[in-house]
């Protein structure tokens, strides 16, 4: 109950495109739902945040868009530039400590 | 601010040896993670605290781990005796009560062989 499972493993896209990451959890009691931005040999940087009671957040070119009844939530980066090849990290968490419990990452490539 | 810091940022040792990670977390912040990210299993929770008191330490892999913290601003991650299996990215995150994200370190990269 306490996994988030996230896809694709791997995304490659061409400058200007579309980038879409997915998770789905299973715990109804997650109610804080981040995304995490990895460049190599740095550690997770938080990129955006959500909670359950809007249904989309954006900042600047990040979006995540939420889905209470799928317990789904994606992460869409519009206009892709090179600069945002990196690892994704879906998370969500529950309770007073807010520990996270991490996706297994996305890869995204942003080619010239 | 200067950030998590972890030190050191690469360690290579032998089995049997014993390692220790060390982290300063950011002034003010009043919790302390400790996450382990391996490329099998991603990354893994293995202790927290909150105000220097440890909370939950079910994330530990086995009794060669313990973690201490003896004052708000250091956190030691101890293995003994490391194993090659131990070999990951150790991460240091702190955040400012529970309601905001985490701030990582730059981590440690651990090669026990």
């Known amino acids: 109950q306490q996994q988030v499972k996230q896809s694709p493993q791997s995304l490659i896209v061409q400058k200007g495109g579309i980038s879409i990451i997915n998770c789905a959890y299973e715990?109804?009691?997650?109610?804080?739902f981040p995304w995490y931005q990895q460049f190599p040999g740095k550690g997770p940087a938080l990129l955006i945040a959500?909670?359950?009671?809007?249904s989309e957040k954006k900042e600047g070119r990040f979006t995540i868009s939420f889905n209470k009844s799928a317990k789904q939530f994606s992460l869409h980066i519009m206009d892709s530039q090179p600069g945002d090849s990196a690892t994704y990290f879906c998370?969500?968490?529950?309770?007073?400590?807010?520990?996270?419990?991490f996706g297994s990452g996305t890869q995204l490539t942003v080619l010239p | 601010d200067a950030g998590v810091i972890q030190s050191p940022r690469h360690e290579v040792t032998e089995m049997g040896q014993e390692v220790t990670l060390r982290c300063k977390p950011i002034?003010?912040?009043?919790?302390l993670f400790w996450y382990r990210q391996t490329m099998m299993r991603g990354l893994e929770l293995l202790i927290y605290?909150?105000?220097?008191?440890?909370?939950?330490d079910s994330g530990m892999p086995e009794d060669r781990f313990s973690a201490k913290m003896p004052n708000a601003s250091f956190s030691t991650l101890k293995i003994q005796p490391s194993e090659p299996r131990d070999s990951a990215v150790y991460f240091c995150?702190?955040?400012?009560?529970?309601?905001?994200?985490?701030?990582f370190g730059s981590g440690t990269r651990l090669t026990v062989v």
């Open positions: 995150a702190s955040s400012f009560g529970a309601l905001y994200g985490y701030t």
């Open positions: 715990n109804t009691a997650f109610d804080y």
């Open positions: 959500i909670r359950p009671d809007v």
């Open positions: 998370a969500a968490s529950s309770g007073s400590a807010r520990q996270l419990t």
């Open positions: 002034s003010g912040h009043d919790y």
């Open positions: 605290f909150n105000n220097n008191v440890p909370i939950d």
